[in-house]
């Protein structure tokens, strides 16, 4: 077997890729990646090689064609930045790119496993089924709903090959340090506390998001692997959980007990509420999330507190 993981430098594809080395080990996996997100240091320890290069440079995939076959694509690169306003360079980046990663996956008849985003559904009332509610509100979620539109019709076009979108919910967990300022709210307020700073929240903290804690989308992916299915799906835990939630659960974890300091939310567009329908990815691929909240941050804990001690 043959892999390739566009975005393999970043928190979900590099995840990905240490998963797949282990269950996989006599696979062949590659790492497609311009690191503009990606870090290096999530790839220590990768025993795979690296193809450096810019997803929408129409060059880079020719050499790919010339040069490689993969049976599968799992295709995680993205400009994952959602309060980028660019709106040339999020669809040539995000949904114009993976016209040329369908076309070579037509050619070698390879499977293909993309992320897509919950931000498809922008404020649409939750929980979000994955028919109805599609009106984003930024152009990265719209940039994901066009790249669900053009799998759509590659689905159609070419029903013998197998294409699964995974509307990612909100994935937090190791390895998301390099994201920075778009790293999870969960990853944002540990480092605060640990810090000894007090974590602060937009107003008033009720904010509700449908946090998936990384196992499980990792194990979404795989179960996207084995089945022979095409489709797209909602990946979340399908309960959605406030921002002082997160902060209550810390306390706990941490044995502190720091008081919130709310403010303003400086953004026109913020999403409010997100919650998974997760009956479709039941049935199709039997998934089911392992980890709750509570569960989630206890396991990712112990690697935030190195990562801030070190
Ligand atoms: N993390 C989440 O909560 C979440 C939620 C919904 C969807 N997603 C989607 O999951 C995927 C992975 O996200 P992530 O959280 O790991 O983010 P990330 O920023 O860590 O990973 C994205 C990777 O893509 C690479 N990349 C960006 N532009 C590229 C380009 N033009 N050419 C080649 N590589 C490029 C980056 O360097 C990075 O390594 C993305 O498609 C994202 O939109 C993530």
């Known amino acids: 077997m043959k892999f390739l993981i566009t975005g393999g430098a970043g928190f979900i594809g590099s995840n990905l890729a240490f998963a797949l080395q282990e269950r996989y080990p006599e696979a062949k996996i590659y790492v497609l990646d311009n690191f503009s997100s990606g870090h290096f240091k999530n790839l220590i320890g990768f025993k795979g090689q690296v193809i450096t290069g810019d997803i929408s440079d129409p060059s880079l995939w020719d050499y790919v064609r010339k040069n490689f076959h993969f049976d599968v694509i799992f295709h995680e690169a993205a400009i994952t930045d959602t309060t980028v306003e660019d709106q040339y360079f999020m669809m040539k980046t995000n949904a114009d790119s993976f016209r040329y990663i369908l076309d070579l996956a037509v050619e070698w008849n390879a499977k293909v496993i993309y992320a897509s985003s919950a931000g498809v559904y922008g404020n649409s009332p939750p929980p979000m089924r994955e028919d109805k509610g599609l009106e984003p509100e930024n152009i990265y979620g719209f940039s994901k709903l066009m790249m669900d539109h053009i799998a759509m019709d590659y689905?159609?076009?070419?029903?013998?090959?197998?294409?699964?979108?995974?509307?990612?919910?909100?994935?937090?967990?190791?390895?998301?340090?390099?994201?920075?300022?778009?790293?999870?709210?969960?990853?944002?307020?540990?480092?605060?506390?640990?810090?000894?700073?007090?974590?602060?929240?937009?107003?008033?903290?009720?904010?509700?998001?449908?946090?998936?804690?990384?196992?499980?989308?990792?194990?979404?992916?795989?179960?996207?692997?084995?089945?022979?299915?095409?489709?797209?799906?909602?990946?979340?835990?399908?309960?959605?959980?406030?921002?002082?939630?997160i902060v209550s659960i810390l306390n706990k974890e941490l044995g502190t007990n720091y008081e919130i300091e709310y403010f303003d939310c400086p953004y026109d567009f913020y999403q409010k509420f997100t919650e998974a329908d997760l009956t479709k990815i039941r049935e199709a691929l039997g998934y089911e999330p392992e980890y709750s909240l509570e569960e989630g941050i206890k396991d990712y804990l112990p690697y935030i507190i190195k990562r801030v001690k070190k």
């Open 155 to 245: 689905m159609e076009r070419y029903p013998e090959m197998n294409i699964v979108g995974l509307r990612y919910f909100n994935v937090y967990g190791p390895r998301e340090d390099y994201k920075g300022k778009t790293a999870s709210m969960i990853y944002q307020l540990a480092v605060k506390m640990i810090k000894g700073e007090r974590p602060r929240l937009f107003k008033w903290g009720e904010q509700r998001r449908d946090f998936v804690y990384i196992k499980d989308v990792i194990k979404a992916n795989l179960l996207a692997l084995e089945k022979n299915v095409s489709g797209i799906f909602n990946v979340g835990t399908g309960r959605a959980r406030s921002f002082n939630e």
